[in-house]
């Protein structure tokens, strides 16, 4: 069975930091690219970064220069650290099989997410 873990979110002043977490097994982590993908509320699935299974980034502009995207292949470990957090941020986030949207819904399976919630 896949399972994605996210884990790591919370309640943050914009302007701070959080570093998001997600554990995934039943699938071959090390050889898959993987992406973080939000839901802000009444919102639809946006993707936000994605990391090629040998490190290679990307980014949506939205967040391009604020978040990093990173993995740890030998502990099935992907993470998102985030930076000036804005309350455009506040979502739910999801890690994903796959480069984009369109392959993590391909992919078919989803975490529970992680709350993030950007708030004076």
């Known amino acids: 069975e896949v399972q994605l873990v996210e884990s790591g979110g919370g309640l943050v002043q914009p302007g701070g930091s959080l570093r998001l977490s997600c554990a995934a097994s039943g699938f071959t982590f090390s050889s898959s690219a993987m992406s973080w993908v939000r839901q802000a509320p009444g919102k639809g699935r946006e993707w936000v970064s994605a990391?090629?299974?040998?490190?290679?980034?990307t980014y949506a502009d939205s967040v391009k220069g604020r978040f990093t995207i990173s993995r740890d292949n030998a502990k099935n470990m992907l993470y998102l650290h985030m930076s000036s957090l804005k309350t455009d941020d506040t979502a739910v986030y999801y890690c994903?099989?796959?480069?984009?949207?369109?392959?993590?819904?391909?992919?078919?399976?989803w975490g529970q997410g992680t709350e993030v919630n950007v708030s004076s």
């Open positions: 994903a099989n796959g480069r984009s949207l369109v392959a993590a819904l391909s992919f078919g399976t």
């Open positions: 990391i090629s299974a040998g490190g290679y980034t």
